[in-house]
C-alpha cells in the first residue's frame, strides 16, 4: 500500500467530516490543503470541488436557514443570498461532477426544498427535484462503491420530497376544485 502525503490525509479528512456534516472541521482540513500547496502547484479538480461546491451549498444552506424564521426585508435578503449561492453552486456542480456525487445531489435536495418552502414555488422544486433524480437514476451504473450509500440515500430523499410535493398539489388542486364545484347557496352560507 502506498503512503499517503500530508495533504491527501487532509483530503480524505475532509470527505469524511463532510459525510458526518462535521463541516467546520471539514473547513478546517480543506484550510491545511489550500495553505499546502505552493506555487506552481494548483488544486486538484477534486480539492477545488470540495472547497467551491461544497462551500457555496454550505452557504446558501445557511441563508435558507435563517430565511426560515427571518420576516419582512430580513427573510427577503436571506431568500435572495440563499438563490445566489445555490445558483453559484449549481453552475459549478453541473459543470464539474457527475450526476450521481453526493454533493451534487445533496444541493439538488437543498436547492428545491429553498423553492419548495422558502420561494413557495413548488412547480420550481419539484422540477429541480425530478431533474436531479432522473440524471443521477440514468448513470447509476457508474457509482463507485465510496460515494453508493451516500448517493442512493439523497436520491430516496429526492423522490420522497417529490412524492410528498406532488401529493400536496394534488390535494390542493382538489380542493380548490370543490370549492368552485359548490352550488351558490352552499357558498353564501
Known sequence: MA?????EENVYKAKL???????????????TVVSSVVAPDELTVEERN???????????DYHRYLAEFKTGDDRKAAAENTLSAYKSAQDIAVSELAP????????ALNFSVFYYEIL????????LAKQAFDEAISELDTLGED???DSTLIMQLLRDN???????MQEDGTDEIKEASKPEDEKQQ
Open 100 to 107: 450521481t456525487h453526493p454533493i451534487r445531489l445533496g444541493l
Open 162 to 168: 417529490l412524492t410528498l410535493w406532488t401529493s400536496d
Open 3 to 7: 503512503a499517503t502525503s500530508p495533504r
Open 17 to 31: 467530516a463532510e459525510q458526518a456534516e462535521r463541516y467546520e472541521e471539514m473547513v478546517k482540513f480543506m484550510e
Open 147 to 149: 460515494s453508493y450509500k
Open 50 to 60: 470540495l472547497l467551491s461546491v461544497f462551500y457555496l451549498k454550505m452557504k446558501g
Open 120 to 127: 413557495n414555488s413548488p412547480d420550481r422544486a419539484c422540477s
